[in-house]
């Protein structure tokens, strides 16, 4: 089973494995990694983003979420472009304003629109991909 990115929902928290860490190096570099164990992880409370090293399993990173808006604003794209494979002719990373008319269509907000998150590597790397290549930042 390859590392993949998902959410608990009762506290919209997400595992990351240490492949996807170093994909988004650039982004995590700037924040500082605590240490904890599950249950240290599941009683903190933080208003801003917390990225955790689990200590039973150090090459598991659980990004904490103050709320369900910050996760949205960090996956329902990636979200989007993975499950929209199938019905669309040709894959692509939506725009901003397309992305809010997908939300508004779906009778979804930007908090609500996924109760969780799981994105494979791969997936990762089509993203970026797919973004660069529409020129997308």
């Avoid at 240490?18 to 240290?40: K, M, R, T, W």
Wanted: charged share 20%.
């Amino acid at each position: 089973m390859g590392y993949c990115l998902k959410s608990i929902l009762k506290r919209s928290r997400s595992l990351v494995g240490a492949g996807l860490l170093f994909a988004l190096s650039q982004s995590v570099s700037a924040l500082d990694v605590s240490s904890g164990d599950f249950q240290q992880i599941f009683k903190a409370r933080s208003d801003a983003l917390t990225v955790w090293q689990l200590a039973d399993n150090p090459n598991v990173y659980i990004f904490d979420f103050p709320g369900l808006n910050l996760q949205g604003r960090s996956f329902n794209r990636i979200t989007q472009f993975t499950e929209q494979q199938g019905s669309e002719p040709y894959p692509k990373v939506l725009t901003n304003q397309e992305l809010n008319r997908y939300y508004e269509a779906a009778r979804r907000t930007q908090a609500d629109f996924a109760f969780g998150h799981d994105v494979l590597i791969s997936e990762l790397v089509q993203f970026f991909n797919f973004a660069a290549r529409d020129k997308l930042s």
